[in-house]
């Protein structure tokens, strides 16, 4: 019974900072390509921070490339998403993701695209409002 569960969103002022955590059971998440993905309203799911498998590669949607960062606590199968500078643009619900494979093409993973993942969280709020 493979699970996925994130928490620690919330509200938070701009340039204000949150850490998500999302917590695994029944799958070893040193074993998965992993990402963070967030939808907004009107908007489709995004990935925003990716590992591929055996954490060759990190990727990092560019509206988010400098103030979150993706790690993963092998010791107890857990990762996470520090997030810094949030802005009002980055409100979403926030998805934690785990993929056994992803595509490989034209010499890169295809970690950001959330088609590949198999397993997902139900998500958590993050509203970065003042």
């Known amino acids: 019974q493979a699970q996925l569960a994130e928490s620690g969103g919330g509200l938070v002022q701009p340039g204000g900072s949150l850490r998500l955590a999302c917590s695994a059971s029944g799958l070893r998440l040193i074993d998965y390509a992993i990402g963070w993905f967030r939808q907004a309203p009107g908007k489709g799911r995004e990935g925003i921070a990716c590992?591929?498998?055996?954490?060759?590669?990190?990727y990092y949607a560019d509206s988010v490339k400098g103030r979150f960062t993706i790690s993963h606590d092998q010791s107890t199968n857990t990762m996470y998403l520090q997030m810094d500078g949030l802005k009002p643009e980055d409100t979403a619900v926030y998805y934690c993701?785990?993929?056994?494979?992803?595509?490989?093409?034209?010499?890169?993973?295809?970690?950001?695209?959330?088609?590949?993942?198999?397993?997902w969280g139900q998500g958590t709020q993050v509203t970065v409002s003042s």
């Open positions: 590992i591929s498998n055996s954490e060759e590669t990190t």
């Open positions: 993701a785990a993929a056994l494979e992803v595509t490989y093409s034209g010499g890169r993973y295809y970690t950001q695209n959330p088609n590949e993942y198999d397993y």
